[in-house]
């Protein structure tokens, strides 16, 4: 089978345009149209197939590395179709007890969304784990943290109205039942015992996996909520500088949105405890990707990467395949003792992509994965910072002279340093404040030669930059003082 025709058997966008969502813990990206409710759709809907994409076509021959490049390939468009895809976690909890919530509340909620506001519902065997309409969808991560997997947009002012209207749906049906949402990148007070667990055939894979490859992942699974953004480009040349610019800032990012200080009701030491997390929780699929920056990446360099890392499952009549350790090379060959003599098809690659997680994460757009779970204006500031930076080719040139001498050693410094002394961070004759200084500069003159009014969006930004103080120092403060070590005041504080 042709090239050609294998990318027209994997499931391509209807519209060829925009990053799709797709969360960090490894679900597959999924496009439809931004729907209005109530246009000629049919109330209370289900989606019968389960979040992973499953091919009916069967492949007769096997995949060639070729045919996996290709994959990526076709996610590069022309700069008038790029958009803008966000994704943001958030914690649900019981407002009288704080505890976290369970998987029949979810489910309550769920249908509550999918009723009221005309949402479709996404199954796994007989339960509800998600929802969709159009191109937004909402998931669930291993500890019941909510997701909003947004569409692809085209300016700030969409993204920033979607992700309101979100939070006023969830808010709405949530009330009713005596739920709250926080705006949080880890959770500050149940432990990993106290959290529920959903059901949901690949977390059971991955919880059971965790504690062979690292000491913290089944906290990364149950305790963490992240926002991130997803962005198009344009070629492979595009795809190498953007994905350079992002390495490089991830943990600029991760200091101007530092908000996870707290573990089981006390300050845990870090500013950042979600990503010091992703220090030890696997990683043969995490991390900063030094190879990123050798003067031969590129697609395929990306996918010898890729198929090295071992696989987590393989999706199949509706049901998840236990491949933990094995490798994607021996799937195309027909070796996978789970399913002997079965060929992968583009849509196994896809799935293993999303099964991947480094702090940029490449698909067929390009994944920014460095930042705490918070507020809602925060969620509208970080998709700002980005486009700001690697949609404007004047910005993104400016980051990549600033960070050309950069050493593998000083970005993994600054990856490992950050989630625990943020902006205060020294690196070379100054301070990583000094580095947000210069490019939030950028971000903003960025946003201004897009000509769509969003440098407002970057406000929250320039507050945290201009004082020096991260989110996490300012609740690390409210903690001994205003709340008297209690860290209850947090779940009112950072209440959706």
Excluded at 122 to 143: A, D, H, R, T, W
Excluded at 341 to 365: A, C
Excluded at 460 to 466: D, F, H, I, S, Y
Aim: contains cysteine.
């Amino acid at each position: 089978m042709a090239v050609a025709s294998r990318l027209a058997v994997s499931r391509v966008s209807p519209d060829g345009a925009g990053p799709a969502a797709a969360g960090r813990r490894g679900r597959p990206a999924g496009f439809a149209a931004v729907g209005l409710p109530g246009r000629g759709r049919r109330r209370g809907g289900a989606v019968a197939a389960s979040p992973p994409t499953e091919e009916a076509v069967q492949m007769t021959e096997p995949l060639t590395k070729e045919d996996l490049v290709a994959y990526l390939v076709s996610g590069c468009k022309p700069k008038e179709n790029w958009r803008i895809g966000t994704e943001h976690e958030k914690f649900g909890f019981e407002v009288d007890t704080l505890r976290p919530i369970k998987y029949n509340q979810i489910r309550d909620i769920l249908n509550g969304l999918a009723e009221r506001f005309d949402w479709d519902k996404i199954m796994e065997g007989n339960y509800v784990i998600g929802l969709k309409q159009g191109k937004q969808s909402i998931s669930l991560e291993p500890g019941g943290q909510f997701e909003l997997s947004g569409a692809p947009l085209e300016t700030l002012h969409q993204t920033c109205a979607e992700v309101n209207s979100h939070l006023y749906q969830v808010k709405a049906v949530g009330e009713e039942m005596g739920i709250g949402f926080l705006g949080l990148g880890f959770q500050p007070k149940w432990a990993l015992s106290d959290i529920p667990i959903m059901p949901k055939g690949r977390y059971e894979i991955m919880r059971n996996y965790m504690p062979k490859v690292g000491t913290l992942g089944l906290d990364m699974m149950f305790r963490t909520c992240t926002v991130q953004v997803n962005l198009d480009f344009s070629s492979e040349q595009d795809m190498i500088r953007k994905f350079r610019a992002g390495l490089a800032l991830q943990p600029i990012a991760t200091a101007i949105f530092a908000n996870s200080p707290f573990k089981e009701g006390k300050p845990n030491g870090f500013l950042s405890l979600r990503s010091h997390i992703w220090t030890d929780t696997d990683n043969n699929r995490a991390g900063m990707l030094p190879f990123v920056f050798d003067d031969s990446f590129g697609f395929e360099q990306y996918v010898d990467y890729a198929l090295d890392v071992p696989m987590y499952f393989v999706y199949r009549n509706k049901k998840y395949i236990d491949c933990t350790g094995m490798s994607f090379r021996d799937f195309m060959q027909g070796k996978l003792p789970q399913v002997p003599g079965e060929l992968p098809s583009l849509n196994d690659w896809e799935n293993h992509l999303t099964t991947i997680f480094p702090e940029v994460r490449l698909k067929r757009y390009l994944e920014m994965r460095g930042a705490d779970g918070g507020p809602w204006r925060r969620l509208c500031a970080l998709p700002a910072f980005w486009v700001g930076l690697l949609y404007d080719e004047q910005s993104l040139q400016s980051i990549l002279d600033m960070t050309f001498d950069w050493t593998n050693e000083e970005r993994e410094m600054l990856r490992r340093k950050v989630p625990v002394t943020g902006f205060k961070t020294p690196f070379r004759d100054g301070y990583v404040r000094d580095l947000a200084e210069e490019v939030l500069k950028l971000a903003k003159d960025g946003l201004e030669r897009r000509g769509y009014k969003e440098v407002g969006f970057l406000r929250e930004v320039e507050e945290m930059v201009g004082t020096g103080v991260t989110p996490a120092e300012r609740l690390l403060s409210l903690y001994e003082t205003k709340w008297q070590r209690n860290v209850d005041h947090v779940f009112e504080h950072l209440l959706y």
